[in-house]
Structures are given as C-alpha cells and as structure tokens.
C-alpha cells in the first residue's frame, strides 16, 4: 500500500466551499491508487474563538478543561471534511485522537506525541476508506484530552506520516511553498523547489511560519519527506527533505527576518563572575527566551550587556531588568524597539569560507550598522535597526546570487 498523508490548516477548510475542495482534492489522490489520509485543522478563526471563549470564563482556565475545549476545533472539521468526501461518492471516516490512538504526555497545551497505533487506521485504509484524523489533538495514558501548540495540526500529520511509513507528508497550506526570501519585500524571491531539513528547522526558529517547529524535527528523524504546497492550485510546492549533494553547491540558501524582536540593555554592571546568571535567572523564571546575547567589556571593570527578545515580552523583562540594576548598581537599563534580525541560511556554508566576511561587507556598503551578531554551522543573523530590513534583505539576496535564478 502506498501511503500518502495530506494536511490541511484552517485556511484550506475555511468555509463550506473549501471543505468540498479539500474532500475532491483528497478523492483524486485515491484515485491515483493510494491509500490516503487526511489530516485536518480546525477552521479558520476556529481555534481563536474557543480561546476566547475560555478566557471570558476566565483569566485562567483549568488547563485540563482549555484542551478539552480548544481540540473541538478539528473533531467538527473532521466529521464536515469527511461527510463532504461521502456525499460525492467517496468513502471516508473521521477518527479523533483518542479513537487511533495518539498517546501523548499530560503536557496540556504543548503536549508531546508519545507513540501512535496505526492499526485502525492500516484496517480503515485496506477497506478502501479515507482516514480523516484530528489534527492538534491527542490523549494521555489517563485519557485526558491534550493538545499540542498552537499549529500543531502540522506536528500531528508528519507523526503520523512516519507511524504509517508513509512516502509522503504532504502540507497543504495558504502558501506556495518556501521561498528564497519574503516574495513582499523581495522581488527577486524565488520559490525553493527543495530544502534540507537542518534549513528548515534555523528558518522556522527564525520565525518563518510555514511548519510547526516540531514536524520538521519529526520529519527529519523518521526521514519522511515533507512536501509544502498550496490547496488553492495543483502547483509542487516545496519538498522538505534529506540534505543532498546539489544543496551544498549553493551557499546560501535563504534570507530571513523577523522585526518582531526587542532589544534590552543593561549598562555599567560588575564584569565579575557570576552577574549574567543574576540577569538571566529571573528572564528565565519569568518563561522568557532570550534570542541573541552580547557583552561588551570596557577597561574600567565594568560591562554593559545587551540581549533581544520577543517584543511581547519586552515590557515584562525591562520591569525584570530594571529591579536588577538596582540590585547590581548598574548605570543604567534601556530598550529598543526599532530593531530587526537578518539572516542567512544554507547548509553550503558549511564547507564555504568567508561567508560571513560577505555578509557583513554586504550590509557595510550600504551603510548598514551591525549591533548584534550570532552564527550557528549553517545561519549567520545580525541586529540591525529596523529601518533597514527591506534593505539588507534585498542586498544579501543578491550578493548571495539568490537572485539570478
Ligand atoms: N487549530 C490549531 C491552531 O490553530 C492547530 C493548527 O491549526 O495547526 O493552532
Ligand atoms: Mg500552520
């Protein structure tokens, strides 16, 4: 049996019409001679509102109770989906997380997947069904519902694609595939026809959104290849997939950025052992990632420390920030929110010299300061004020001929 799963997010069954798209959609693949299953996220809007409806409950809903209600989202999608599939002629049945099972931890919210039995479904398939499976959602060995974060309906497919030694995930989503650069500031962007799993994985924790951080991490250790498509179109999309030789000629693989982080300083601390771990300790306490990190000694005894972090968590960790430069007697603490991270990712720099020489002398010709830097085997990123993002963007695509193609 050749197995192939199809995800759908909230914007592919967004109405009625789509649902019907989705259920022809998934018959044409059966019609191709596989066996297919269908996974499915609430639709669009729908899990935002079960959120809100919690909160105005409560501010803080029992946690057990919020899974409960925020997985509903998808059971409706899975029954609509389904029903659509049955009356065009096909055959299909919805299964919720429970009824297979997927067996997570109690992490309610951002629960992990612990193992999936494939049987009912194997069983469903060989009679000639399509299997339509709840994304988001699974159940603990107590048989609590759980859920597992925002946009884990993507987490789910890829899970079961490796459960069921399926030859393809695939991902249909609101965009086309994943790109050389952001197509909205980068004209010359491109649409990758493949990328390795590694770039995938720094692209997502940049903040590019197109997969759950997770999948690609079960993508790539399973080895199932993830194929990123749009619903709208019968164009490929992008395959997400094992590094080959070809990946690595090219140096650079995409530009990235992300506006959406803050940068805090606290100036004229103690350079003696031990101060970082008083500033950091409490930022972490407070369930607060810090991005980029630097520290910049002076001959005096004394550092001034800088590091980013989501805006949304910005405000919350000055506050943290200013009750410790009372305590370490620090000259002074400020913030900055006009600041953007640029990136550049590509497995070629792994066996490429000078890459980041280029980067930064990319961004100096045009007058660009750098304030941050960190690397990684295969990303380079630099703070820069955000002014510039469009900018550096488009000149890095091009110093790093991405643009010829
Ligand atoms: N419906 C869930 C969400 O909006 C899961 C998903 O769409 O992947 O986060
Ligand atoms: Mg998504």
């Given at each position: 049996m050749d197995i192939v799963v199809q995800k759908f997010g909230g914007t592919s069954v967004g109405s009625i019409e789509k649902i019907r798209n989705v259920a022809q959609r998934l018959m044409r693949t059966q019609a191709q001679g596989k066996a297919v299953v269908a996974v499915v996220s609430a639709m669009a809007g729908k899990t935002d509102q079960l959120i809100q409806l919690a909160h105005e409950v409560t501010?803080?809903?029992?946690r057990r109770e919020y899974d409960a209600l925020v997985s509903t989202g998808e059971q409706a999608a899975v029954a609509l989906v389904s029903m659509a599939i049955n009356s065009l002629g096909g055959k299909a049945r919805s299964f919720l997380a429970y009824q297979i099972k997927i067996l997570t931890d109690e992490?309610?919210?951002?629960a992990r997947i612990v193992s999936i039995e494939a049987g009912k479904l194997m069983d469903e398939l060989e009679k000639g069904s399509i299997a339509v499976v709840a994304g988001f959602q699974g159940v603990d060995e107590a048989g609590n519902i759980t859920t597992l974060g925002r946009g884990g309906s993507d987490t789910s497919a890829v899970a079961l694609a490796a459960a069921l030694g399926a030859e393809v995930c695939e991902i249909f989503t609101d965009v086309d595939g994943v790109y050389t650069a952001d197509p909205n500031i980068c004209p010359a962007a491109h649409k990758l026809e493949k990328i390795s799993y590694d770039e995938m994985l720094e692209m997502a924790s940049l903040g590019a959104k197109v997969l759950h951080t997770r999948s690609v991490e079960i993508a790539k250790k399973y080895r199932v290849p993830v194929h990123v498509r749009?619903?709208?179109?019968?164009e490929e999309g992008t395959m997400v997939k094992l590094e080959d030789e070809e990946m690595e000629?090219?140096?650079?693989?995409a530009v990235n950025y992300n506006r959406n982080e803050a940068k805090l300083t606290i100036a004229g601390v103690p350079d003696v052992p031990g101060v970082a771990a008083k500033i950091f300790e409490p930022i972490a306490e407070a369930n607060i990632n810090v991005d980029m990190i630097i520290q910049n000694a002076s001959s005096d005894g004394m550092a001034d420390l800088s590091f980013t972090v989501a805006q949304t968590d910005a405000k919350q960790a000055l506050k943290i920030l200013q009750e410790i430069a009372t305590t370490l007697n620090a000259a002074s603490v400020s913030v900055d929110n006009d600041i953007a991270k640029v990136s550049i990712v590509g497995v070629g720099m792994r066996s490429h010299y000078g890459v980041a020489a280029k980067f930064f002398s990319t961004l100096a010709q045009e007058g660009i300061n750098i304030m941050m830097i960190s690397t990684s085997e295969i990303k380079i990123s630099c703070v820069i004020q955000e002014k510039y993002t469009e900018l550096a963007v488009r000149v890095l695509h091009e110093a790093f001929n991405l643009s010829s193609e």
């Open positions: 501010e803080t809903p029992d992490a309610y919210s951002k749009t619903s709208f179109s019968e000629k090219y140096i650079v693989t």
